[in-house]
């Protein structure tokens, strides 16, 4: 049996926005680990989009509700998105501060409107 990887977060956008998009990695981190590194963050369902200034969480954020510690999130600028109700996919790959360290990888999706 597989496991789901996607991020419970699903933002909406707008058609020809740009957006700070938060991923959360909290609930699949060890207790007290964090998040070390971005190790990419790639666009899986189509080549629209530009993906800039992936990075670990500076600061505690809240996410879909949710109460996030820092280093436990990745934000990056999304921009690109050109088609309405289209759900775009991106996947986020990132290593821990365990030792040895961890490598975790997140489906990260959002919601696309016309404006």
């Known amino acids: ?19 700070l998009a938060s991923c959360s990695f909290a609930e699949v ?4 680990e964090t998040l070390a590194s971005v190790v990419s963050a790639t666009e899986k369902t189509t080549s629209d989009l530009t993906i800039a200034s992936a990075a670990v969480s500076a600061a505690a954020l809240t996410i879909s509700c949710q109460s996030v510690d820092i280093g436990e999130a990745v934000q990056m600028l999304i921009s690109g ?11 986020v790959t990132v290593t821990t501060s365990s030792t040895p360290a961890q490598t975790r990888i997140r489906n990260f999706q959002f ?5």
Request: aromatic share 6%; net charge negative.
């Open 111 to 115: 919601e696309v409107v016309a404006p």
């Open 29 to 32: 981190l060890d207790s007290g």
């Open 81 to 91: 998105h050109l088609v309405a109700n289209s759900p775009y996919t991106v996947t």
């Open 1 to 19: 049996m597989s496991k789901d990887i996607t991020a419970p977060e699903i933002p909406t956008a707008v058609v020809g926005e740009s957006f």
